[in-house]
T-cell receptor
Framework: AQTVTQSQPEMSVQEAETVTLSCTYD???????LFWYKQPPSRQMILVIR??????QNATENRFSVNFQKAAKSFSLKISDSQLGDTAMYFC??????????????FGQGTILTVHP | GAGVSQSPRYKVAKRGQDVALRCDPI?????LFWYQQALGQGPEFLTY????????KSGLPSDRFFAERPEGSVSTLKIQRTQQEDSAVYLC??????????FGPGTRLTVL
């Protein structure tokens, strides 16, 4: 079974600054996907960024980028130029593709990020 | 286009009552997932449908939980004889079969 661990229950950052959220995972699989999801106070979960394990290049989406260290089983999220709208709970998630449970996500415990003006 | 919708958004039940939670996935999405999210925690997988077939129900916590998707579209999660530990947000997500899941707003269930 896979596990995902987010060791930072809460983080805060000043507007326009950069913040990094940490995530580690445990798996015996060689092929998998990793995700960061954002859950604002309204609760609708939104995909922020995804990374395929077979790709060595770190994914980027505008102000969001990841540092994927496969050997260390680490997957951190960097948010640059933080904005007030980035305030949310962030979840790291793991997915093993294939089989009858294709798409089943395993989530970490979440990190509450607060962006201060 | 419309996203995933869930109803009701809030449900209060007395202990022992049965509840039914509805999920309307994005039209055409073959995959549908239910997750349970306790307060301040990450979502936990409950069950998975591919069209009308329930292919994985390994996350259902007890036989009081039952899910169905009879026509491969709308899904209902039913909880019988609700207990206080069932209080949580129940999230539904759908997917076209790729790696991205689209989540609904959730149903917050409170069992008194």
């Amino acid at each position: 079974a896979q596990t995902v661990t987010q060791s930072q229950p809460e983080m805060s950052v000043q507007e326009a600054e950069t913040v990094t959220l940490s995530c580690t995972y445990d798996t015996s699989e060689s092929n998998y996907y990793l995700f960061w999801y954002k859950q604002p106070p309204s609760r609708q979960m939104i995909l922020v960024i995804r990374q395929e394990a077979y790709k060595q290049q770190n994914a980027t989406e505008n102000r969001f980028s990841v540092n994927f260290q496969k050997a260390a089983k680490s997957f951190s999220l960097k948010i640059s130029d933080s904005q007030l709208g980035d305030t949310a709970m962030y979840f790291c998630a793991f997915m093993k593709p294939g089989g009858t449970s294709y798409g089943k996500l395993t989530f970490g415990q979440g990190t509450i990020l607060t962006v201060h003006p | 286009g419309a996203g995933v919708s869930q109803s009701p958004r809030y449900k209060v039940a007395k202990r022992g009552q049965d509840v039914a939670l509805r999920c309307d996935p994005i039209s055409g999405h073959v995959s549908l997932f239910w997750y349970q999210q306790a307060l301040g925690q990450g979502p936990e997988f409950l069950t998975y449908f591919q069209n009308e077939a329930q292919l994985d129900k390994s996350g259902l916590p007890s036989d009081r939980f039952f899910a169905e998707r009879p026509e491969g579209s709308v899904s209902t999660l039913k909880i019988q004889r609700t207990q206080q530990e069932d209080s949580a947000v129940y999230l539904c997500a759908s997917s076209s079969g790729g790696d991205e899941q689209f989540f609904g707003p959730g149903t917050r269930l409170t069992v008194l």
